[in-house]
């Protein structure tokens, strides 16, 4: 089985061009959680993050969608995110994304999901239908070498 991000971004979640998504139809982002927009544990977003979202509001509605499952850590992100975050999603398999679709209140055409992982944001993305934006984690997590094998063995999934 073969994966094929619709958009394959060579830097993180800040490098992604807001202008080119909206041209493109783009109406709403279904963005993920940890390594797309935070840090994993660290609780807080950088001021790139932070200067992105400020960008992209407004011009695209946007709720996120993460597989982590204690209520608190996603308590925690939604406030700091100042957005709506469906945790327990159990990506890539529909439930979480078709939550995701009625609370942006768009038809999958017209939304994208972002993240940094294939197996379960680009394949969850394609199950429902949706156009697919593949990033690199944030430039600014150290990762341990485990994951990041694990990262690049999921990319052979990927076509580009
Ligand atoms: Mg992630």
Same mark, same amino acid.
């Given at each position: 089985?073969?994966?094929?991000?619709?958009?394959?971004?060579?830097?993180?979640?800040?490098?992604?061009?807001?202008?080119?998504?909206?041209?493109?139809? /783009?109406?709403? *982002?279904?963005? +993920?959680?940890?390594?797309?927009?935070?840090?994993?544990?660290?609780?807080? #977003?950088?001021?790139? @993050?932070?200067?992105?979202?400020?960008?992209?509001?407004?011009?695209?509605?946007?709720?996120?969608?993460?597989?982590?499952?204690?209520?608190?850590?996603?308590?925690?992100?939604?406030?700091?995110?100042?957005?709506?975050?469906?945790?327990?999603?159990?990506?890539?398999?529909?439930?979480?994304?078709?939550?995701?679709?009625? /609370?942006?209140? *768009?038809?999958? +055409?017209?939304?994208?999901?972002?993240?940094?992982?294939?197996?379960?944001? #680009?394949?969850?993305? @394609?199950?429902?239908?949706?156009?697919?934006?593949?990033?690199?984690?944030?430039?600014?997590?150290?990762?341990?070498?485990?994951?990041?094998?694990?990262?690049?063995?999921?990319?052979?999934?990927?076509?580009?």
């Amino acid at each position: 089985m073969f994966l094929k991000p619709t958009y394959s971004s060579p830097g993180d979640l800040t490098t992604l061009d807001i202008e080119q998504l909206c041209s493109d139809g /783009i109406k709403g *982002l279904i963005l +993920d959680l940890d390594s797309t927009l935070m840090e994993p544990k660290s609780g807080k #977003i950088t001021p790139q @993050v932070e200067a992105w979202l400020a960008g992209a509001r407004g011009r695209l509605k946007m709720v996120v969608l993460t597989n982590n499952h204690r209520p608190s850590y996603i308590e925690n992100a939604s406030k700091v995110l100042n957005m709506e975050v469906i945790g327990h999603a159990a990506k890539p398999w529909r439930r979480g994304f078709r939550e995701a679709l009625q /609370i942006l209140q *768009l038809p999958p +055409d017209a939304v994208a999901v972002v993240g940094d992982r294939p197996l379960t944001d #680009i394949w969850g993305g @394609v199950l429902s239908d949706m156009r697919t934006v593949l990033v690199r984690p944030l430039s600014t997590i150290v990762e341990p070498s485990i994951k990041t094998f694990c990262r690049n063995l999921e990319h052979v999934f990927i076509r580009k």
